[in-house]
């Protein structure tokens, strides 16, 4: 899920319900003006990924959480059988077994981007 805000948002951010965001793919973006205005400095907002999990965020909810929300489980399916189709000669089309990797390689992004960030921001958790 897209959210925006006018200050940078934790990387884990306690919703104070048994859920937390846990927000990734930060953006620093210029807000509209609604009125052309000359030296106005243009407003700054924030846009990240946010993904919502239940109970304290651990490094393997918070992973499953990006992954569902960057492929529903149909489209995980249909990656992984498009490439065996392809591995098995079902098909010839080379690109089945391309994006399958392409997943998997994102996949792997995902789960370090998902460590790197219980390494440096853990601390966030402790609310």
Request: charged residues 30%.
């Amino acid at each position: 899920m897209k959210s925006v805000s006018d200050d940078k948002p934790n990387v884990f951010q306690n919703l104070g319900n048994g859920s937390w965001f846990y927000n990734y793919d930060f953006k620093e973006v210029d807000q509209p003006q609604e009125v052309d205005q000359e030296n106005v400095p243009v407003k700054k907002s924030w846009e990240c990924e946010s993904v919502k999990v239940w109970g304290i965020p651990t490094s393997k909810t918070v992973k499953k959480a990006v992954i569902s929300n960057t492929w529903d489980v149909t489209q995980e399916i249909d990656l992984a059988n498009d490439n065996k189709r392809f591995e098995l000669g079902i098909s010839e089309d080379k690109t089945l077994q391309d994006k399958y990797i392409a997943y998997l390689n994102k996949v792997e992004e995902i789960k370090q981007m998902v460590e790197s960030d219980f390494l440096n921001y853990s601390g966030q958790l402790i609310q």
